[in-house]
């Protein structure tokens, strides 16, 4: 009887961790993790560290022409990089964005229609974020945090909504000008770049961009002459968890 009585609890405790594991899977969470207060809203353009690496990051994919070429690049160099997708483009190029989630590079949000989040209504922009983090989630399978508001254009409002979804807000401290309708007086040159980089820089690239791809392997270089190392956001934000913050002495 007793022997009986045992197995009888086992089996319901098996049953109860099933239970709950099941419902933490059954429901990705596509807002993100839930932050604790509105004060947490912080905006992210560079990750201070000590170490020599930066972020670079392409925006607006992945786009069918420049999408393959690109990631064989970065391949080349056995780089890791972050992408900005949208989720129209996601949807439309679904085999495209789950190439770049299994060669790990990391995927942030974009919105779905790459519209100015501080024209549209409050409704809408929370619309454009969650819709995409469940097209992102739906093909890759991985929850998306970092978020990338479209022509970084933000203001107050469309902040806290942001961080209301759970996402961080990433913009960048360089910015390569690689868009279209870019003239030459805008267009900064490769020395001008670099003098901008400094040790946690995000890079703004983009992924379609009409001159990435003829320079990106000069920017690269130039980054690997001055000793950086180019990886991931999640890279930076990690070694940047790992070292003692200035406020805290280490135990
Ligand atoms: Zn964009």
């Known amino acids: 009887m007793m022997q009986q009585s045992v197995i009888q609890k086992t089996l319901f405790s098996a049953l109860l961790i099933s239970l709950i594991l099941g419902m933490a899977t059954a429901s990705p969470v596509f807002a993100g993790p839930k932050k604790k207060k509105s004060s947490a809203i912080k905006t992210v353009w560079r990750i201070p560290t000590s170490q020599r690496c930066v972020a670079l990051t392409f925006d ?95 203001n107050g409002r469309v902040s806290k909504i942001i961080s209301q979804t759970g996402m961080q807000t990433i913009l960048y401290d360089v910015n390569v000008v690689d868009y279209t309708g870019s003239d030459e007086k805008t267009i900064p040159t490769l020395d001008q770049i670099l003098s901008q980089v400094r040790p946690g820089s995000i890079i703004l690239l983009h992924n379609g961009g009409t001159q990435t791809l003829t320079n990106l392997p000069l920017l690269i270089e130039g980054l690997q002459k001055l000793g950086y190392q180019c990886v991931r956001l999640s890279d930076i934000l990690a070694i940047n968890h790992e070292q003692p913050s200035r406020h805290h002495r280490p135990l």
């Open 60 to 154: 607006d994919g992945p786009k069918p022409e420049e999408c393959t070429p690109l990631l064989n690049l970065l391949d080349t160099y056995g780089i890791r990089a972050t992408f900005f997708v949208t989720g129209r483009e996601s949807e439309a190029y679904p085999d495209l964005l789950r190439r770049i989630s299994d060669s790990d590079h990391d995927i942030g949000n974009h919105t779905f229609n790459h519209l100015n989040l501080t024209k549209l209504k409050s409704e809408a922009v929370k619309d454009e974020i969650i819709k995409t983090n469940e097209i992102i989630y739906k093909i890759t399978g991985k929850p998306t945090h970092y978020f990338r508001p479209p022509g970084c254009q933000i």
